[in-house]
């Protein structure tokens, strides 16, 4: 079973720039979550999606970062416009989520450096 | 488990010794629990997980025991070996899914 993508691997902006993120979950899984993580520190949601829907975007900067899921597969995440505080790695998971209790996969994450 | 920033707590242990990693949940609504590895560059990989309903369950190598009369979990590691370096993060959800994450464990495997 493919794993979730992400992509790009690597990316290195200034501040002030945008930047989106992509992802593609594990095949057949509703739910898509991204999540920042900051060097030293666990992962931290910004926003989960059942299918093409928002579920939970609490804790996502509204005024910077935004989110979509349009067909309810393929994910992005996108930046704009950048600050320092920006730079982490940003992952994204899934989970089957026709029920609670499920494990989210997580994939290889996005590391962003802001100069 | 609070964030501890670049200053990982380090559990260093001898290859072929049991590891045990702790961690200190919050939320005593929450009801179901899981532990990830994470080596570096990597996403968390998935190892065990634990529902709210059960104090222990076991997988291969690795056992997860959950206290929730003092919110406590951890992960025991059977004849640690040197693939097993890693940050270890537990997680725990209380509603709709959404993981909470503590701040980690460094485990390094001496050989």
């Known amino acids: 079973e493919a794993g979730v993508a992400q992509s790009p691997r690597y990316k290195i902006i200034e501040k002030r720039q945008s930047v989106a993120f992509w992802c593609n979950p594990i095949?057949?899984?509703?739910?898509l979550y991204w999540y920042q993580q900051i060097l030293g520190q666990g992962p931290k949601l910004l926003i989960q999606?059942?299918?093409?829907?928002?579920?939970?975007d609490s804790q996502l900067p509204k005024d910077r970062f935004s989110a979509e899921r349009l067909k309810g597969v393929d994910s992005t995440l996108k930046i704009q416009p950048a600050k320092l505080e920006d730079s982490a790695v940003y992952l994204c998971?899934?989970?089957?989520?026709?029920?609670?209790?499920?494990?989210?996969?997580f994939g290889d994450g996005t590391r962003l450096s802001i100069l | 488990g609070e964030s501890v920033g670049l200053h990982l707590p380090t559990l260093s242990v001898q290859e072929g010794d049991n590891s045990i990693i702790n961690c200190a949940y919050s939320?005593?609504?929450?009801?179901?629990f899981i532990w990830y590895k994470q080596e570096s560059g990597k996403g968390p990989q998935f190892i065990i997980d634990?529902?709210?309903?059960?104090d222990k369950r076991q997988g291969q190598r690795v056992t997860v025991l959950l206290n929730k009369t003092v919110k406590h979990l951890s992960l025991q590691i059977a004849a640690t070996q040197p693939g097993d370096s890693a940050v270890y993060f537990c997680?725990?959800?209380?509603?709709?899914?959404?993981?909470?994450f503590g701040g980690g464990t460094r485990v390094l495997v001496k050989p």
């Open positions: 998971a899934s989970s089957l989520g026709r029920t609670d209790n499920q494990p989210q996969h």
């Open positions: 095949s057949g899984h509703a739910t």
């Open positions: 999606f059942q299918n093409n829907g928002v579920v939970d």
């Open positions: 939320n005593s609504a929450s009801d179901y």
């Open positions: 634990i529902r709210s309903n059960m």
């Open positions: 997680a725990e959800k209380a509603a709709g899914n959404k993981l909470t």
